[in-house]
Antibody, heavy 124, light 114 residues
Framework: EVQLVESGGGLVLPGGSLRLSCAASGFTFSNYWMSWVRQAPGKGLEWVANMKQDGSQKFYVDSVKGRFTISRDNAKSSLYLEMNSLRAEDTAVYFC?????????????????WGQGTQVTVSS | DIVMTQSPDSLAVSLGERATINCKSSQSLLFSSNNNNYLAWYQQKPGQPPKLLIYWASTRESGVPDRFSGSGSGTDFTLTISGLQAEDVAVYYCQQYYGSPPFTFGQGTKLVIK
């Protein structure tokens, strides 16, 4: 069974930092593009970042570029999101999600598995 | 960036009736080389992560009841729930995965029982 379990969320002051983790199990993690998607309180879903299987490609939504860094450790089947210079508008539940695999190994597919999410609150 | 717009924002439907949710993209999601529309639908219940329902605009994910169906092509898409059941109360999102990031979602449609 595919499982994605996020951790590392919490309350942080504006301008502060936080590191989220996502532990994957039940599949060959190194075969998949992985993503972070967030949801602000009472709002819709927003894609945050993608990372290629070998870490050689990363993409970010404009609002987090230069502040957030996605990374992975395939040996530990784990995905990370380093968040710096946090702002109130970064307050959200952050989901780890797996992009459906296909032969050419690209990212143009749907998210087929999601974690339960971890809450990040940026407030003074 | 591709903008996804859903309608309506909220929808009240009686049990057993049909629910129809629309999604419009600001550019075509049809990739001519494989004739696929790069659009997915998700269901999200309170306190839960999104759940994939439909991909390629009309292909049902394994295990999804056949009362859920997707249709449309190009820029206009529809999610239909035939024979609404109480457990279908949720927020529904369309999402495009065409081309380069960002991969954008519609704003969501809240479905409730009338």
């Amino acid at each position: 069974e595919v499982q994605l379990v996020e951790s590392g969320g919490g309350l942080v002051l504006p301008g502060g930092s936080l590191r989220l983790s996502c532990a994957a199990s039940g599949f060959t993690f190194s075969n998949y593009w992985m993503s972070w998607v967030r949801q602000a309180p009472g709002k819709g879903l927003e894609w945050v970042a993608n990372m290629k299987q070998d870490g050689s490609q990363k993409f970010y939504v404009d609002s987090v570029k230069g502040r957030f860094t996605i990374s992975r450790d395939n040996a530990k089947s784990s995905l990370y999101l380093e968040m710096n210079s946090l702002r109130a508008e970064d307050t959200a539940v952050y989901f780890c999600a797996r992009i459906h695999y296909y032969d050419s190994g690209g990212y143009n597919r749907w998210w087929d598995s999601w974690g339960q999410g971890t809450q990040v609150t940026v407030s003074s | 960036d591709i903008v996804m717009t859903q309608s309506p924002d909220s929808l009240a439907v009686s049990l057993g009736e049909r629910a129809t949710i629309n999604c419009k993209s600001s550019q075509s999601l049809l990739f001519s080389s494989n004739n696929n529309n790069y659009l997915a639908w998700y269901q999200q219940k309170p306190g839960q992560p999104p759940k994939l329902l439909i991909y390629w605009a009309s292909t049902r994910e394994s295990g999804v009841p056949d009362r859920f169906s997707g249709s449309g092509s190009g820029t206009d898409f529809t999610l239909t729930i035939s024979g609404l059941q109480a457990e279908d109360v949720a927020v529904y999102y369309c999402q495009q995965y065409y081309g380069s990031p960002p991969f954008t979602f519609g704003q969501g449609t809240k479905l409730v029982i009338k």
